[in-house]
Structures are given as C-alpha cells and as structure tokens.
C-alpha cells in the first residue's frame, strides 16, 4: 500500500502520522515538505495534485493543514483520505496564528469551494482540540458514520492513540473502493 501523508502547518513529514502509519507496517509513504508560510495554497494544491498523479497512492493522509489538503485531493479525485484533526477552515485558524499573507487566505477561502465534493474520507478528531474549537463541520461534511472522536485527544497528533486506531480500524481506513 503506498501513502501520501502531508503534515500540517509548523509540522514536518516525519510526524506522529507518519509514525503511525510505519508503526502499522506501512512503510511506502511519500511525505513532502510543505512551505505553508511561504508558498501560496494554490501552488501548493498544485504540487499536492501533480505528486498524486505521479505517485498514484491508494490513500491521502494528512493531519491538520495536511488534513485540509488531503480533503482538497479527495474532493476532487475521488480517492479515499484520512484526516487528522483536519484544520478544514484555514482561513479562520491561520489568522489567529498569526498568518499576516492576506491573499493566501483569501486563496484558502477560494479552494475550501471544492469541499463540496469530498465523499471519500474519514477522519480521527480530538474532543479537545485546543486549536480547533469544533470539528462539527468536519463530522458533518463526512457524514455518518465517517469520523472517530477521540476522548481527551488535543491537536497536537502525538495525544491521540494514532498507532491503535490505524491498527483497530484500518480495514474501514484503507479499504479500496
């Protein structure tokens, strides 16, 4: 089975994901540097989507911004994603950290258009996230069913039992299809 997994914002690609997913005997994983500071989302999206046709993985990981733009790649290939405490709103969250690039929230607010077609995903979502206030839209654009709350679990991936929900679910995950 081969992996995108893209990190998230101040992250890099060797995360708790990524860990995870290795720890899972996953080990055919293509883990790009994303410059979330530096490069604009369409540019980055482009990347993301020439890498997925190139690379042809069976599954988009991606935890925080890396969830945002593993639903962007589902939503818009069909293929089937896991999302990590996905920052689905960056352009709400970036500017409360700090984010001072104007037009790349404003590009943020013009890709979360392509939501609307995200069928093929599911999500591990902290009950505490402290970054997130809710993932009430992640929960509901996935739909029933699609998104395991995780009790206690913070933002930050190294607080969720990553490694035994990939291993007790990844069947449901992964499946083709």
Do not use: W
């Amino acid at each position: 089975m081969k992996v995108l997994s893209i990190h998230g914002y101040k992250s890099d690609p060797y995360n708790s994901l990524y860990d995870a997913l290795r720890s899972n005997g996953i080990t055919d994983i293509v883990a790009p540097v994303m410059e979330y500071d530096t490069t604009a989302p369409g540019i980055l999206f482009a990347m993301l989507q020439r890498l997925y046709r190139e690379e042809q993985p069976d599954i988009v990981c991606g935890s925080s911004m890396g969830g945002y733009f593993s639903a962007l790649l589902s939503a818009t290939t069909g293929c089937r994603a896991l999302l990590v405490n996905p920052c689905m709103t960056p352009y709400i969250i970036l500017p409360r950290l700090g984010a001072k690039n104007e037009a790349f929230v404003r590009e943020y607010m013009q890709l979360s258009a392509h939501l609307a077609g995200l069928r093929n995903a599911y999500a591990i979502l902290a009950d505490q996230d402290e970054l997130i206030e809710s993932h009430d839209f992640t929960a509901f654009l996935l739909g029933e069913g699609h998104s395991i709350y995780v009790p206690g679990g913070h933002h930050r991936g190294s607080s969720l039992p990553l490694k035994e929900l990939i291993r007790d679910y990844g069947e449901t995950f992964f499946a083709q299809g």
